[in-house]
């Protein structure tokens, strides 16, 4: 699967992500679209280098756990770099 393929995936792994994590992350839903391009993407890699997954079909189960996965650990992490930033310190 080429690297359209990927972002096609990543936006709708990130739209899937953001509903399964609780709460709010910063940057409302097109962040959370660009997060979910960079989590499938980290996801597909990860999957390929760790477990040495096939990832060559777009509708293959195990290529959406990978990129929703991955979306989840990008979120998640974005979460915590932009918890406090709305935040003011008196």
């Known amino acids: 699967m080429g690297i359209l393929g990927w972002i096609v995936l990543g936006l709708l792994a990130g739209a ?19 997060l979910g391009v960079v989590g499938a ?3 597909g890699w990860l999957g390929s280098l760790l477990f040495n997954a096939p990832l060559e079909d777009f509708f293959s189960i195990q290529t959406w756990l990978l990129a929703i996965g991955g979306s989840i650990i990008v979120l998640l ?8 930033r709305g935040r003011t310190q008196a």
């Open 77 to 84: 992490i974005w979460g915590l770099v932009t918890r406090n």
């Open 41 to 43: 993407l980290l996801g």
């Open 16 to 34: 899937i992500a953001k509903l399964i994590l609780p709460g709010r992350q910063g940057g409302g839903w097109i962040m959370t679209l660009i």
